[in-house]
C-alpha cells in the first residue's frame, strides 16, 4: 500500500509539472527555454519533452542570429517565426498527451489503493494484531539464535587456538628513524628538482617558435600594436571581402580599431603607403590588405591596392579580374597605369593587379619605375595598401616596406 501511494504521489507531482510548463508556454511570447529544462528534472518524460524544448531553443537562437542582419519584418523572420509556433504547438500537444496518460495511472493507482483498504479494513482487529505481534516475534526468535550460534563458534575457535611464537623479550621501539636519513634525502629530491627545472626551461626556450602573447610583440622596443584581428571560423568568401558583407562584425570592429590607430600613430596629411607581409604563405596578409582598403574607403578616402606578390599572386582570383595587366606591364612599360586600374564593388577603392608572372620579380621591385609608380599613386590616391610577398620565403617586399610610412 506505501509503495502504490509513494508512486500516486510522484504522478501528481508529474502531472502539476506538466501543467506548469504548458502555461508557461502558453502565456509567454518569449518563452526562456532555460526555465523549463530544470523543471523536467528527474520527470519519466524529460528525454521525450527535452528533446521538444531543444528543438524550439535551437529555433530561437536561429531567430536571434538573424536579426542581427534582418528586420522583425523580413521573410527570414517570418519563416523561423512560423516554425517556432509549430514546435510550440507539437510541445503543448505532447505535453497534453503525457498528462492523460498520467490520468489513466493515477485512476489505475486509486483502484488498487481502494481495492487493498477494502480487504484490509474486513479483517477483524484481533487478527490483525495478532499477526503483527507475531511477525516481530519470529523476527526477534531468528536474530537471537543467530547470535547464539556465532557466540558457539567463536569459543570453540578460541579455544583450540594455540599460539607457535612466544615473546622472550619486548622489542626496544627508537625515537627516531634509523634508516633511510632524511636529510640526505631531501638534499637529493633538491638537486634532482633544480637539475629537472633547468631541463623544462631549455626545453621550453628550444621548443617555442610562435607568439603567444601581445606582450612578446610591443616589449624590447618593437614597434606598436595596431590591432588584433581575431580568427575567422567560418566560410570566408573567394573575394576574401568581409566587412562590406557584415559590417556589424567584430572582425569589422577589429579592421576599423586598425583604422584609428593607423590615423592616430601618423596623423600628417599627405597620402599614405601601407605595406602588408607575413613570413610564409598562407597567414593571412591578403585577407588584411583586402579587408583594410575596404574598411578605410567606407570612410570616404580613395584607396588603392597593388598585388605585388608576383611570384604567387591572388588578388585578381578574389575579384575575377583578369590578370593579363597590372604591376609586372606596367613597370616593363607595356601598359599605362590607366589601363591598369580595376573598379571594385566598394565606393572609392581599387585594385591593380600584379599581372603575368616575370621572370625577374625582385628586380622589377627594386627599379626605379617602381618607385615612381607609388609616386604616381599618391597624387590620385589617400591610402595606398600593398600585399607584399612573404618576406620568410623571398626578400622582394623589404625594398617596399622601408618605403612605406
Do not use: W
Request: hydrophobic share 40%; charged share 25%.
Amino acid at each position: 500500500l506505501d509503495n502504490i501511494e509513494t508512486e500516486l504521489i510522484d504522478l501528481e507531482l508529474e502531472s502539476s509539472m506538466l501543467d506548469d510548463i504548458e502555461n508557461m508556454i502558453a502565456n509567454k511570447e518569449d518563452i526562456d527555454v532555460y526555465n523549463l529544462l530544470p523543471a523536467l528534472t528527474g520527470s519519466s518524460f524529460q528525454d521525450e519533452i527535452s528533446r521538444l524544448v531543444n528543438s524550439l531553443h535551437e529555433l530561437l537562437a536561429k531567430k536571434e542570429e538573424i536579426l542581427y542582419t534582418a528586420t522583425p519584418e523580413s521573410e527570414a523572420i517570418k519563416k523561423v517565426d512560423y516554425q517556432i509556433n509549430v514546435q510550440k504547438k507539437l510541445l503543448v500537444a505532447s505535453i497534453q498527451s503525457l498528462s492523460k496518460k498520467l490520468d489513466l495511472k493515477k485512476q489505475t493507482l486509486e483502484s488498487k489503493i481502494k481495492e487493498v483498504e477494502d480487504k484490509f479494513y474486513n479483517l477483524p482487529t484481533q487478527e490483525l494484531e495478532y499477526a503483527r505481534l507475531l511477525r516481530l516475534f519470529t523476527i526477534n526468535e531468528k536474530f537471537y539464535t543467530n547470535l547464539l550460534e556465532k557466540k558457539a563458534e567463536y569459543s570453540i575457535s578460541k579455544a583450540g587456538f594455540v599460539s607457535k611464537n612466544m615473546i622472550l623479550e619486548s622489542a626496544t621501539v627508537p625515537t627516531s628513524p634509523i634508516s633511510p636519513d632524511s636529510s640526505k634525502i631531501i638534499a637529493l629530491v633538491l638537486i634532482i628538482a633544480f637539475f629537472l627545472s633547468v631541463a623544462m626551461l631549455v626545453t621550453s626556450y628550444l621548443l617555442h617558435n610562435e607568439i603567444t602573447s601581445v606582450n612578446e610583440l610591443t616589449s624590447g622596443g618593437r614597434k606598436s600594436l595596431l590591432g588584433i584581428i581575431p580568427s575567422y571560423t567560418k566560410d570566408i568568401p573567394v573575394s576574401q571581402l568581409l566587412v562590406d558583407k557584415h559590417p556589424k562584425s567584430l572582425i569589422a570592429e577589429a579592421f576599423r580599431s586598425i583604422r584609428t590607430n593607423l590615423h592616430t600613430s601618423n596623423s600628417d596629411p599627405g597620402p599614405k603607403v601601407i605595406a602588408i607581409t607575413s613570413t610564409v604563405s598562407g597567414e593571412g596578409k591578403t585577407f588584411v590588405a583586402i579587408n583594410l582598403s575596404g574598411i578605410i574607403a567606407f570612410s570616404d578616402k580613395k584607396v588603392v591596392i597593388l598585388d605585388l606578390d608576383l611570384r604567387k599572386p591572388k588578388i585578381h582570383l578574389g575579384f575575377n579580374y583578369d590578370n593579363e595587366h597590372g604591376i609586372s606591364t606596367i613597370l616593363s612599360g607595356k601598359d599605362k597605369l590607366e589601363d591598369c586600374i580595376n573598379k571594385s564593388t566598394i565606393p572609392n577603392m581599387d585594385v591593380i593587379t600584379a599581372g603575368p608572372i616575370p621572370p625577374n620579380p625582385s628586380e622589377m621591385i627594386l627599379s626605379q619605375q617602381m618607385q615612381d609608380l607609388i609616386e604616381k599613386l599618391k597624387l590620385k590616391y589617400d591610402m595606398i595598401v600593398i600585399d607584399n610577398p612573404p618576406v620568410g620565403i623571398v626578400t622582394d617586399g623589404i625594398s617596399i616596406i622601408q618605403q612605406a610610412d
